[in-house]
C-alpha cells in the first residue's frame, strides 16, 4: 500500500503502482471514500480481483500491478521488469487498450511519445 504518497509526482515514485493507486490516481475522490468496492473500479474500466500472471495467486486492486504484457501481476511477483513502473506508462498503455477496443488502432503514430 502506498497511502499518503505523492503518487502524481512521477519523478518520486520508488515502488510499483497498483490497481488501486492508478484508480486513486485518476480520480482522487476515492481517496475519500471509506470503503471502495468492485464499482468504483468498473465505473474507471479497472479490475477489482484477478489472478497474478506469473504464480496465478488471487490479487485485488491493493496488491494487483499493471503487468507489461497487458496482465495483472501481484506485488507478489512483480518487479520492474515484467511491470509497469509510473502513471504515465499505465496511462499511456490504458489509453493503447481502450483504443484497441475500438477498434482504433494508433500504433503507427507517435500519441504516447
Ligand atoms: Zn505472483
Known amino acids: 500500500m502506498t497511502d499518503g504518497k505523492e503518487i502524481d509526482n512521477v519523478e518520486r515514485w520508488d515502488c510499483l503502482p497498483t ?4 484508480a486513486c490516481h485518476i480520480n482522487p475522490d476515492l481517496r475519500k471514500k471509506e470503503r471502495l468496492n468492485g464499482e468504483d473500479f468498473a465505473d474507471l474500466n479497472l479490475p477489482f480481483w484477478g489472478g497474478c500472471a506469473i ?3 488471487s490479487i485485488a486492486a491493493y496488491n494487483a ?3 507489461r504484457h497487458g496482465y495483472l501481476i501481484g ?3 512483480a518487479d520492474k521488469e515484467n511491470a509497469l513502473t509510473n502513471m504515465l506508462e499505465i496511462q499511456a498503455d490504458r489509453a493503447k487498450a481502450e483504443n484497441k477496443e475500438n477498434g482504433i488502432d494508433y500504433e503507427d503514430h507517435d500519441y504516447f511519445a
Open 55 to 57: 504464480c496465478e495467486a
Open 19 to 22: 490497481v488501486l493507486d492508478f
Open 75 to 77: 506485488t507478489c511477483c
Open 65 to 67: 500491478c499493471f503487468g
